[in-house]
């Protein structure tokens, strides 16, 4: 209906007539039969929580499936206990990675804001009070300040109504309405008369007619646009897909080799199938999707700890791999709270506001105001529109007694801000009747017939008007939001005319909303680490240019109308000279975020409003914030709590430790499993016997990737996490010299000491088996760090993981599960023997890891 009828070029009295309702509302049969008819006031849920899908969705990842055909293998071929150990395995990864995404999807719904549920509205021409979702088209919406906006409605009265658009248009400054009809075709920023669901009434109060509901409001387009958008893959599952993809193929071959090589040499056809299935088993590391998965857990916690909520557990990880940071203004980069910065009086200007200030400026922007500030059991806010807020604070902090003052200087009557005079007044009495006046500055200027200089009133020229409108300029060039004050004594009536012509020119106040102290610093460390960060807001492309100096952002910057006329291409080509895109709307966002990725680039994108929803789904990584509207939350991957840009640098340090981690414990496991196929067939080439068992194999493999694995991924981040350049590459990059190097070490122990004592088979697969136990435990310590082990820091759970694996072994070789695993006890000697070879080895890997130049 609103886009059939488009109610902002239609005068009051046709928007009621195009409604088939007056200004004294519907009766209750009819908003019944239009409730019928338009459904109810709410949106169609984005997501809704299916704890069956969330728990399947474990399984989808192609490792895990890969683990599952190895469980149903073992079982077929009766190998129970390989069976129940994957699957438990299997099982308990799921259950983990379920209950750690179940409960940020129910903490996600108690942060989400609730709309108000009681609107008041004309019913049967009376004023009542109704559930917001039984709103229909047609009806009257009673509005005051405070009040947030239930539908899409035409303004059909208002007195000195300000809105706050910024969930809808990220623009930071509350917006004029006014009545009246507008030409077609204008953008729905501009459109004056509307108000829109989702959005709040700052100041003022209206009469409007509501126009749309539910999903055809603006608010609801957005949303629908939301379910249009496909999420991307998460580019961690990318990469762990692809890595168990070529892992599987690898081993399928080697285990091809091996069947074949035994069979020729003689081996029973049926064994060699079993130590193929238990190698396979092996080189596969099933402890990997559960130690990724208990990885990314414990980061969320660490995460949460930062103000940093995870919905999806990659998404801990992905941050971490980010190239690209395209965050809103309002209120993540800046406090959402008006400050003023710069005043201009006495011919002077001055960004320092303190008692030695001008009192005479600060009282006529605290006289000339609505809002109040307020004390509730100790704890002070303020009520009222964001710009008068921060006058009231200015005249605070300039040591004006603002209770006193309001007290003692009678309010007698009010002129509102209308976007015609482009002013407002107020007239108080205290000893005289006095008119105190703010607006734009070139308003407040024209009105003035004199000024006041060093402390006396003097007249005011054309050619002076013009010296202070160039000051007025040259503040708002500087991103400013530029008021000017005056006053002037009232004799007679009071009347408007009266109130504010001939006025005396006190100065000016610029405003805007501040950086965030922390934020500066906060991008500083994106651009040391090879992040890109870009603001995109709605707001003017001069603020947005202000506070972009402030916090260090350096580049050219667009608009949503130099958008326009390029073309993807042209676009592309110049994103990385921009770092700040401004009035723009949720396409221009959207599109923006597709060139980066178009440009091979990992995007993460922080919004709040309606109209970040489209461009959060499509990132690599969304992250909306706790303040933000629902839809926006429903599209994220992640909630930054306290709402902070500076939060960010601190989740994608953890996200690269996530990784480098991940990359630790996949060379640790890599190492060790393919040195076991290398013995086996290695002692098949040369005619010897069998080095391990099917079950000693199975034994190796559970007894070694799983605690000292997972103690890995406690390891702290390495010192020059943020200073390097974001990871692009596959997650073997840079391991392949370790996995080798430490691969051939593990054979040539297990495969010396197995020749040494072959007069004794039983003792040779005992001492083969300890030697790549005790050797995995030192090599653990070797893959704690890319450096020397000796210089990292101690991490006391691979301590407990190491002596709890020796531990576990040493009770299956000296108990009754010996005799399950076909070990026997091992004499003093031996051991020795194993730990000098394997305490060798780690003296070696330690060496290379120190010669070379490349990262292991």
Sequence with gaps: MQDKFRFYTLNEKESLDKLETDKEGLSSKEAEKRLEEYGRNELIKLRKLNTLKLFFNQFLSLLVLILIVASVISALLGHWIDFYVIMGIVIVNAFFGFFQEYKAEKA?????????????????????????????????????????????????????????????????????????????????????????????????????????????????????????????????????????????????ILMAIIVVVGITFGFDKFEMFLIAVSLAVSVIPEGLPAVITITLALSTQNLLKMNSLIRKLPAAETLGRATVICSDKTGTMTKEKMQVRNIFFNNKFSEKIDKSSSKLLFKVGALCNNARIENEKGKEYLIGDPTEQALLLSARESGFNIKKEDEENHRIKEFPFSSERKMMSVVRHKNAYVSYCKGAPEVIISKCSSEVSNGKIVDLNGKRKKELVKKYEEMASNGLRVLGFAYKAVVGEITQKKAENSLIFVGLQGLIDPPRKEVKEAIKSCNDAGIKVVMITGDSVLTAKAVGNQVGLSGGALTSQDLEKMSDETLCEKLDSISIFARVNPEDKLRIVEMFKKKDEIVSVTGDGINDAPALKKADIGISVNRGTDVAKDASEMVLLDNNFASIPKAVKEGRKIYDNIKKF???????????????????????????????????????????????????????????????????????????????????????????????????????????????????????????????????????????????????????????????????????????????????????????????
């Excluded at 009257?140 to 009040?147: A, M, P, R, S």
């Excluded at 890995?712 to 080798?740: H, Q, T």
């Excluded at 893959?783 to 531990?807: D, E, H, R, W």
């Design 666 to 856: 996949i060379k640790y496991l890599l190492a060790a499993n393919f040195a076991q196929v290398a013995l086996v067939l290695v002692t098949l080439l040369f005619g010897l016997p069998l080095p391990m068992l099917p079950l000693q194999i199975l034994w190796i493999n559970l007894v070694t990737d799983s605690f000292p694995a997972l103690a890995l991924s406690k390891e702290a981040p390495e010192r020059d996490l943020m200073k390097r350049k974001p990871k692009r590459e596959n997650l073997l990059k840079g391991i392949i010299p370790f996995i080798v190097i430490s691969g051939l070490l593990s054979f040539s122990i297990s495969f010396l000491v197995f020749y040494l004592y072959l007069d004794d088979l039983y003792k040779a697969r005992t001492m083969a088996v300890t030697s790549a136990v005790i050797f995995e435990m030192f090599l653990a310590f070797n893959s704690k760090s890319k450096g020397s082990v000796f210089k990292s820091p101690m991490n006391k759970y691979l301590i407990y993981a190491v002596s709890f694996s020796i531990f576990l072994h040493v009770i299956a070789i000296y108990t009754v599960f010996g005799s399950l695993f076909s070990f026997v006890p091992l004499e003093l000697n031996d051991w020795i023997l194993v730990f000098s070879l394997c305490l060798t080895s780690f003296g070696i890997i330690e060496v290379v890891k120190k010669l070379s130049l490349r990262k292991i």
């Design 108 to 252: 996600i719904e108690k942060l989400k804001s609730m709309l108000v549920p009681i609107t008041k509205v004309f019913r049967n021409g009376k004023v009542m009070e109704i559930d917001s979702k039984e709103i229909v088209p047609g009806d009257i919406l009673v509005l005051n300040e405070g009040d947030k906006i239930m539908a899409d409605s035409r303004i059909i009265s208002a007195s000195s109504l300000r809105v706050n658009e910024a969930p809808f248009t990220g623009e930071s400054v509350p917006v004029d309405k006014l009545i009246g009809a507008l030409k077609e075709n204008i953008p729905i920023t501009s459109r004056t008369n509307m108000i829109y669901q989702g959005t709040d009434i700052v100041r003022g109060n209206c009469h409007a007619v509501v126009v749309a509901t539910g999903m055809n409001t603006e608010y609801g387009k957005i949303a629908e646009l939301v379910q249009e958008v496909q999420p991307e893959k998460n580019p961690l599952r990318v990469k762990l897909d692809k890595f168990a993809k070529n892992l599987s193929i690898i081993t399928l």
